[in-house]
């Protein structure tokens, strides 16, 4: 309870994926489908803005992961960021 996640928890869904390691992974699968055609992404609920600017978003993963076309995973953005906000370069 409390979590900005749960007014979406008919579309945000727990997934455990087994990993060839044998070492079991949990994602929060959306709706990507929908994501796409609709623009909105349901993820986003889980966007942290206080201590970063971190937006939570759908990912398209494959079927590899979730072996549905129609699910994505929610995730944050990893791209590496230098201190003065700017991205990496081949320097």
Do not use: F
């Not at 994602?27 to 970063?52: I, R």
């Amino acid at each position: 309870d409390g979590s900005p996640l749960q007014a979406h928890n008919d579309v945000l869904k727990p997934l455990s994926v087994p990993r060839k390691s044998g070492v079991d992974a949990c994602m929060l699968t959306c709706n990507l489908t929908e994501t796409k055609s609709s623009g909105v992404d349901q993820c986003n609920a889980g966007s942290v803005s206080e201590a970063s600017n971190s937006v939570m978003s759908c990912y398209d993963l494959g079927e590899m992961y979730t072996g549905d076309a129609t699910l994505g995973a929610c995730g944050y953005n990893c791209t590496a960021m230098l201190s003065d906000g700017s991205g990496c370069t081949e320097e």
